[in-house]
């Protein structure tokens, strides 16, 4: 069977995890095996799992109030042992990446980490990802009895095809941590960016944070996540969080606006699997426009105000 771990932060289900049952759902079809979801601690109404396809909810309750590696690692692993599992599905999210190496390492398993296609099954199970900083597609073939897979967000909507299931829970006794969370910050209100549809990112053609209120107004007109270069968040312009590239968020939207960004190749890293890129940048031979969908070559102060009253004029009239 395909164990999937659905995450809940704060006991709420995001889009990914129902992306992961979806993904897991798929494989289990391919395999004709069934899907599980596994949830940890809290979490609303987990049975509603079951829409995105798990067959079975399983829900271990116990002492699991604050994210720890460590723990839900020795968890999911033990569920899976427990279960039989023969793949095991994680979200490709700054959790998730914490557990995939913890997990395979305890059911001495091979693992994937950011895949974004189904796995082909003839001939082994093959699995593709993006490698090279999103310049090139590697195939990799696992070939241990379990598997074990982090999922890139964005790749596979979420599919509604069945029914709430009843949530079978598990009693489970927390392993002692080995550190201590004292407080947890999160940035609420928006959609992360692991997740966002739509990404409005700005870089240092800005000049400086004082000018960030264009960029938050086309943001909100269309309902984007915002997000900047490596330089904005280390000059402390933008808070870290909002830092994408290769050493920053790795993100998938479908639509991601560049603005004052030069496209640099460790910008490009983490956000060329944008389904359109539209930059805006007032250099005719930024290296972002050999990446762009669409490219406004002018200066940013002029353009965004008047395409941030467009989509106003646009939403005021549809
Ligand atoms: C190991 C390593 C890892 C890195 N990781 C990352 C990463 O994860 N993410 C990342 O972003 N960077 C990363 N970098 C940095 C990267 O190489 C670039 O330096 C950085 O992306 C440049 O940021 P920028 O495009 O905002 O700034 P700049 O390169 O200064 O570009 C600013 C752009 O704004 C345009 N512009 C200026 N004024 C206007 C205007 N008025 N209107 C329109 N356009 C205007 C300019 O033409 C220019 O193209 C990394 C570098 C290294 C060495």
């Known amino acids: 069977m395909v164990l999937v771990y659905a995450e809940s932060p704060k006991g709420q289900f995001k889009k990914a995890a129902f992306e992961a049952v979806t993904y897991g759902k798929k494989i289990g079809d391919a395999m004709g095996k069934p899907c599980v979801a596994l949830v940890i601690g809290n979490a609303e109404n987990a049975?509603?799992?079951?829409?995105?396809?798990?067959?079975?909810?399983?829900?271990?309750?116990?002492?699991?109030?604050?994210?720890?590696?460590?723990?839900?690692?020795?968890?999911?692993?033990?569920?899976?042992?427990?279960?039989?599992?023969?793949?095991?599905?994680?979200?490709?999210?700054?959790?998730?990446?914490?557990?995939?190496?913890?997990?395979?390492?305890?059911?001495?398993?091979?693992?994937?980490?950011?895949?974004?296609?189904?796995?082909?099954?003839?001939?082994?199970?093959?699995?593709?990802?993006?490698?090279?900083?999103?310049?090139?597609?590697?195939?990799?073939?696992?070939?241990?009895?379990?598997?074990?897979?982090s999922l890139m967000g964005n790749s596979f909507p979420p599919v509604a095809s069945g029914a709430d299931v009843a949530v079978q829970a598990l009693d489970i006794t927390a392993p002692a941590a080995r550190i201590t969370v004292k407080a947890v910050e999160t940035v609420d209100g928006t959609v992360p960016l692991p997740?966002?549809?739509?990404?409005?990112?700005?870089?240092?053609?800005?000049?400086?944070?004082?000018?960030?209120?264009?960029?938050?107004?086309?943001?909100?007109?269309?309902?984007?996540?915002?997000?900047?270069?490596?330089?904005?968040?280390?000059?402390?312009?933008?808070?870290?969080?909002?830092?994408?590239?290769?050493?920053?968020?790795?993100?998938?939207?479908?639509?991601y606006f560049a603005i004052g960004i030069s496209g640099a190749i460790q910008h490009l890293a983490g956000v060329n699997s944008s389904k359109v890129i539209v930059v805006i940048n007032k250099d005719p031979e930024a290296p972002f426009f050999k990446a762009a969908d669409y490219g406004v070559c002018a200066?940013?102060?002029?353009?965004?105000?008047?395409?941030?009253?467009a989509f106003k004029k646009f939403k005021a009239e549809n």
């Open 47 to 149: 049975g509603q799992l079951g829409v995105y396809g798990a067959s079975q909810v399983v829900q271990a309750n116990g002492a699991f109030e604050n994210f720890d590696s460590q723990i839900f690692s020795e968890v999911i692993a033990s569920v899976a042992k427990q279960m039989g599992a023969e793949v095991v599905v994680v979200n490709h999210s700054s959790s998730g990446k914490s557990l995939l190496g913890r997990i395979a390492v305890k059911l001495e398993a091979g693992s994937v980490s950011g895949v974004n296609t189904m796995p082909t099954l003839d001939g082994g199970f093959k699995v593709k990802k993006n490698v090279f900083s999103g310049k090139a597609i590697a195939q990799y073939e696992i070939k241990t009895p379990v598997k074990v897979l």
């Open 195 to 255: 997740e966002a549809e739509l990404v409005v990112s700005a870089g240092r053609g800005m000049k400086g944070p004082e000018n960030w209120g264009i960029i938050e107004d086309l943001a909100n007109v269309v309902g984007a996540t915002t997000a900047c270069s490596r330089p904005v968040a280390d000059t402390g312009w933008r808070p870290h969080h909002e830092h994408v590239g290769q050493t920053g968020v790795a993100i998938r939207p479908n639509l």
């Open 299 to 309: 200066d940013l102060f002029d353009v965004v105000p008047r395409l941030t009253e």
